[in-house]
């Protein structure tokens, strides 16, 4: 996988993840071509696009479309399947995820996009795991924060 976006129905950008290196001028250029391409798009289209030497897939939840690029030998099917399966990890992390959740939590967004794939490639395909790891490092940062708290109301000062 080459990138993956998530804009709305408006053409908001509401996160992005790249897997190869571009410069922002290019990603930008990218980013605006394609959502303008998929947003022109009739609901009962294929999912499914050749855009320059590379292969969009799409899938709409909600307000939010998921669009990945990925190499011309890919299977657009295991890509969908992927995107699916992104969309689970929200919606068990968040309870049913909506767009709002994305914009006020991008980073928790960023960060099971990250348990679920590396470099463009699944890393784990077990929700369970991912899901498992997802709430290690929830509590984690939560005995982190109260660690910091604590200190701070004892007359602790930070050390940076």
Same mark, same amino acid.
């Given at each position: 996988?080459?990138?993956?976006?998530?804009?709305?129905?408006?053409?908001?950008?509401?996160?992005?993840?790249?897997?190869?290196?571009?410069?922002?001028?290019?990603?930008?250029?990218?980013?605006? @071509?394609?959502?303008?391409?998929?947003? =022109?798009?009739?609901?009962?289209?294929?999912?499914?696009?050749?855009?320059?030497?590379?292969? &969009?897939?799409?899938?709409?939840?909600?307000?939010?479309?998921?669009?990945?690029?990925?190499?011309?030998?890919?299977?657009?099917?295991?890509?969908?399947?992927? &995107?699916?399966?992104?969309?689970?990890?929200?919606?068990?992390?968040?309870?049913?995820?909506?767009? /709002?959740?994305? &914009?006020?939590?991008?980073?928790?967004?960023?960060?099971?996009?990250?348990?679920?794939? /590396?470099?463009? @490639?699944?890393?784990?395909?077990?929700?369970?795991?991912?899901?498992? =790891?997802?709430?290690?490092?929830?509590?984690?940062?939560?005995?982190?924060?109260?660690?910091?708290?604590?200190?701070?109301?004892?007359?602790?000062?930070?050390?940076?």
């Amino acid at each position: 996988m080459q990138f993956m976006l998530l804009f709305s129905r408006q053409g908001k950008l509401r996160l992005q993840k790249w897997y190869v290196p571009l410069s922002d001028k290019e990603k930008k250029k990218i980013t605006r @071509e394609l959502v303008q391409t998929v947003l =022109a798009r009739k609901p009962k289209m294929c999912s499914f696009l050749e855009w320059r030497d590379l292969k &969009i897939v799409y899938k709409r939840y909600a307000s939010l479309y998921f669009c990945c690029a990925i190499e011309d030998q890919d299977n657009e099917l295991i890509t969908l399947e992927i &995107i699916h399966r992104y969309v689970e990890l929200l919606d068990k992390y968040f309870g049913s995820v909506c767009e /709002l959740d994305i &914009i006020f939590n991008f980073e928790k967004a960023y960060f099971i996009l990250d348990e679920f794939l /590396l470099g463009g @490639e699944v890393q784990e395909t077990s929700k369970k795991n991912v899901l498992k =790891a997802i709430e290690q490092a929830d509590l984690l940062q939560e005995k982190t924060e109260t660690m910091y708290h604590s200190k701070s109301f004892m007359g602790y000062k930070k050390a940076y």
